[in-house]
């Protein structure tokens, strides 16, 4: 079954929440990845919760983290790994995400971990070099989402030519379909989800609009 996975980013409020609760439409394919303060707030009958961020290190002295076992004690099933905006906002690294999935894992959460070329790469055909060196930390249970960053927020959805060498390429290699994401809306959510590679769709800006996802729901759900 292709996912919808909703990634709130720093956005949202109790009061948001409590709206995406009341008017989403049953289904088994939504998982919402609210602010961390949230997590517990947002359980429902109605999908399933994501973590967008974790703690490289098992619980101690580390002031302002969060851990995987306190993440799995508020019933969280994927946490997303390595973000771009995390990658470049706050220098994550390869090293530091290989132990964020390792901890994941050992707590039976399912980590996403995002890849993904900005504008210069792709140009410079830098793409699946890009590409190979973050999917270096990829590991067994691990699900991989595919986000080109000249995407993400701006609008510009990747073609879907594009999309679907990037699902080859992967497939190829590693043996998994992907996630895709970067402006995921109603208006292309269905041509992205019929591609036999992909395996959901990690939607941002999107997600905030309840009746969007329930357009989405509508339109594919045979997909
Ligand atoms: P977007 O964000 O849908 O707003 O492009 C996607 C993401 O950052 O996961």
């Known amino acids: 079954m292709k996912k919808l996975f909703l990634n709130w980013k720093q956005n949202g409020s109790l009061q948001s929440i409590t709206e995406f609760k009341n008017n989403i439409h049953n289904s088994n394919k939504v998982v919402l990845f609210p602010p961390l303060p949230y997590l517990t707030f947002s359980q429902s009958s109605k999908f399933e919760i994501g ?10 002295a580390f002031t302002g983290e969060v851990g995987a076992s306190m993440l799995k004690n508020c019933n969280t099933k994927y946490c997303l790994v390595g973000h771009s905006e995390r990658r470049e906002l706050f220098k994550e690294t390869n090293e530091n995400l290989s132990l964020k999935i390792k901890l994941l894992k050992q707590h039976g959460i399912t980590p996403i971990l995002c890849i ?16 190979n060196h973050q999917m ?34 992967i497939y190829k290699n590693y043996s998994i379909k992907i996630i895709y994401g970067g402006s995921v809306s109603s208006n292309n959510a269905k041509n992205i989800l019929q591609l036999p590679l992909i395996s959901g769709v990690l939607i941002g800006g999107a997600s905030l609009k309840v009746n969007e996802i329930n357009k989405i729901l509508d339109d594919t759900s045979r997909c």
């Open 136 to 169: 270096e930390i990829f590991e067994n249970n691990v699900l991989i989402a595919y986000e080109p960053i000249w995407s993400i927020g701006t609008g510009i959805t990747a073609k879907i030519e594009e999309i679907e060498e990037i699902s080859n390429f």
């Open 51 to 60: 973590a967008q961020n974790v703690s490289a290190f098992n619980n101690g």
């Open 116 to 131: 993904g070329e900005n504008l210069y790469e792709r140009r410079e055909n830098k793409v699946f070099k890009k590409l």
